[in-house]
Structures are given as C-alpha cells and as structure tokens.
C-alpha cells in the first residue's frame, strides 16, 4: 500500500474525472523538448557544482536561479537535495556512461529536456514552480496543503520527469529501438522506475499523476483552438497521460491499489474499470519490454 499522508485523489485530479470525458487535451512538455533541440533562454550559467570526466553516472547540477521566483526553487532544490536524490536512486537501477548530468535550470519556459549534445537532463525551474502552483491548490473542503506537502509533491513530479527525460537519454545513448511513441514508451519507464520501489517513490509516482491530472484539468480552460492544436503534438494529451500513469502504476501491483479502479462499488475511484482490466498485463509488458532493452545496463537489485 501506499503510505502517504496526502489522498491518491486530489482536487486537481477530481476535477480532471469531470472532464475527463470531454477529452481534455494539452502537453505538459511542449513539442520543442525534442532531444537536443529546445532553445534556452540562459545558456550555461555558471554551477554550483560541475561534472568532471571521472565522474560516472548521473550527476546532479543545481544552476543559479537568474529571477526572484527561479532562486527559490534554486533554495528549494538545494535544501531539499532533490536532484542528489534523484542521481542517487537512478544510479542505483540504471548504469549510464558517464557523467550524465541533471540540470536545473533557467529557461523561461515550463519544460524538461534531454539535451544530447550537452549529455544533459534539463529541468527547467520554471517547471517546477507550474507544478507548485498546481499542489498549493486548495483541496475540495478548502484546505490548503502545508508548505513541506507541496515541497515533496514538487520533489515527486521532477522524479517523474527526470525518469522521463533518463528514458530519452538512454534510448539515445544506447541507440535503443522503440515502437510507437518515444514519448509514451519513457513514460512507461519513469512508471516502471518509480512503481518498483519504496514507499517514497511510489508516493512520487502519485504526484506525478496527480501533476497530469491538474495539467489535464487546465487544458479545458483553453479555447478550443489551442486544444485542437494539442492533437498535432509527439507527446500523449495530459489527460491520457494520467490515465496512462494511474493505469500502469495499478497494474504494478493490482491488489495494493485497488481504490484506484472506479466501479460500482467505488464510485470515487480514478481509473475506469474498462481500462483496469488490462493495467496488469500493460505494466507486465512495460517491464518485459524495458528490461530487455536495458539488460546489458541495470544494475542488480536487492531482493525483497
Ligand atoms: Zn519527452
């Protein structure tokens, strides 16, 4: 089960079930985030920490935040050694040639990227502030989550898009084969990394749905035009994005996240029981597929 002090179903994701139907559309990480491609606004900032050619692994950067609000995520980032983290964890599953780096960045835009020439995870500070917005929401009976509940969703969505942005790094490092979109397939493997854990990062798994599920909820306000312009994006919409995560993270272990399917008995739950039926199975074939891909590169993990 998950451990956590805040619900699997926030209001964000409530609001998301309304409109679900609708086809809710949008891109939490906008077409320009192709690997390598995307413009940076400030380029290469000096860091507080620099990768050196002996380093192995992904190793963290936190750059300095260049406007009032990029400096507390900065603040943030650095107190809450999220990026340590992060490198520490993804270290541990996945050998990668190093030194890769994770960079928090400046960017004047809410995205993450792989950079290929760079050899660089970028997660733009900006990102994370959309994503603090998003958490600081009050819930349905109008109580605002605590300041340390937000930190640790914000900390919890960057893990699910870092994982992201790593699937983008190793199927371009290693040259990796997909089948269908990239951008679903490194989903997948965010899912997979985070769902295979600890409570902590299930529990990451969770903000990260809950992050699509706002994103998915704030497309509806656009105009329709914009929304039409969604389809035409390599990535998946914000709200099959959710259901994607909600379903693949239930298929991980079916039993420990029953709440999750909406049925008759559980009128409240997040995932259609039409889509459920096949999670297991999807998640068992995302684990199949992942671990063929990267046989050669994970590293051995304890038993449990
Ligand atoms: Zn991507």
């Known amino acids: ?30 077409a320009s985030a192709d690997p390598g491609s995307r413009r940076l606004a400030v380029q290469a900032a000096p860091s507080t920490a620099s990768s050196t050619a002996d380093e192995q692994g992904l190793v963290p950067v936190i750059e300095p935040g260049m406007t009032p609000q990029n400096k507390k995520e900065e603040q943030f980032f650095t107190r809450a050694k999220v990026l340590d983290d992060i490198a ?52 349905d009976k109008g109580h605002k989550p605590a300041a340390k509940e937000v930190d640790d969703s914000v900390a919890g969505f960057t893990n699910g898009i870092v994982f992201h942005e790593l699937g983008h790094a190793v199927i371009d490092i290693y040259d990796l084969p997909t089948t269908g979109k990239e951008e679903d397939a490194v989903d997948q493997l965010s899912v997979l990394l985070l769902a295979t854990s600890d409570d902590k990062h299930i529990g990451y798994a969770i903000d990260t749905i809950n ?18 312009d969604q389809y035409a994006d390599e990535h998946s919409l914000n709200a099959q994005r959710f259901f994607n995560w909600a379903c693949w993270l239930y298929g991980s272990d079916p039993a420990a996240y029953e709440s999750v399917v909406r049925n008759d008995s559980n009128p409240d739950g997040v995932l259609p029981s039409s889509r459920a039926g096949n999670c297991e199975t ?18 051995p993990q304890p038993v449990k």
Not at 108 to 132: G, P
Not at 211 to 228: I, N, T, V
Not at 282 to 299: G, H, N, R, V
């Open 211 to 228: 992050a699509w599920g706002g994103f998915a909820a704030a497309d509806e306000a656009k105009d329709s035009g914009q929304r039409l």
């Open 282 to 299: 999807e998640f068992q074939k995302i684990s199949k597929a992942w671990a063929t891909l990267l046989k050669p590169y994970l590293k």
């Open 1 to 30: 089960m998950v451990h956590r002090n805040r619900p699997y179903a926030p209001a964000a994701v409530a609001i998301t079930l309304v409109l679900a139907t609708a086809c809710s559309s949008g891109q939490g990480e906008p």
């Open 88 to 139: 520490a964890y993804a270290n541990s599953r996945v050998e990668v040639p190093g030194p890769i780096g994770i960079v928090a960045t400046n960017c004047d835009e809410e995205n993450a990227n792989w950079d290929s020439f760079r050899r660089q995870i970028r997660f733009c500070y900006e990102f994370a502030t959309k994503a603090r917005e998003l958490f600081q929401q009050p819930d």
